[in-house]
């Protein structure tokens, strides 16, 4: 598994994880299929530019065109200032083959060996037991439930934190 940069390429990965209600059941439903390729080319810009790690998960480096999912980590102000914020998706095919719990290791030891983003936030819904258990197992600490904001949506969530440089267990 590797990670590489989105590109204007990845419309189709972006509308089957954004798009569809089963992969978007934990972030307020599905969101309009019309939307994906500027959102796609603005996430590519901010990839390009260092602004924000947008990151497509490749399962086989053999076959570079494959795409599982994505992993994000990038800065916002969450109204009480900078926060620095991690999520992922990845493709019901994917799932259950640690995919995304090997991509969101790599992004944070990638943040920890560059000392770059300070601590790390995530927040999983509540019900969504598998993210939940990739904080959990990556030495995420729980710091409580609480709104979030995602596409204008606003949904509870978990709120998790970690600290790459000295809460990364070993591998």
């Not at 530019?49 to 494959?66: F, H, N």
């Not at 102000?77 to 926060?83: A, E």
């Not at 991509?103 to 936030?121: C, F, I, N, S």
């Amino acid at each position: 598994m590797r990670l590489r940069n989105v590109t204007p390429d990845d419309v189709d990965a972006y509308v089957r994880m954004r798009c569809d209600p089963v992969m978007t059941a934990g972030l307020g439903g599905p969101l309009p299929a019309e939307g994906m390729a500027d959102k796609v080319r603005r996430d590519a810009a901010a990839a390009a530019e260092d602004t924000a790690w947008i990151k497509m998960i490749v399962p086989d480096a053999a076959g570079p065109g494959e795409v599982a999912g994505t992993v994000c980590l990038w800065s916002h102000d969450d109204g009480d200032g900078p926060v620095s914020e991690i999520g992922w998706m990845v493709l019901p095919e994917y799932q259950g083959r640690g995919l995304g719990r090997r991509a969101t290791r790599l992004l944070l030891e990638q943040a920890r060996d560059e000392d770059r983003w300070g601590t790390v936030h995530a927040f999983p819904a509540t019900d969504n037991a598998p993210s939940n258990g990739i904080c959990r197992s990556l030495g995420f600490r729980l710091l409580g439930e609480r709104d979030v904001s995602f596409a204008d949506r606003v949904l509870r969530g978990n709120h998790w934190a970690i600290d790459p440089g000295a809460d990364l267990p070993p591998r």
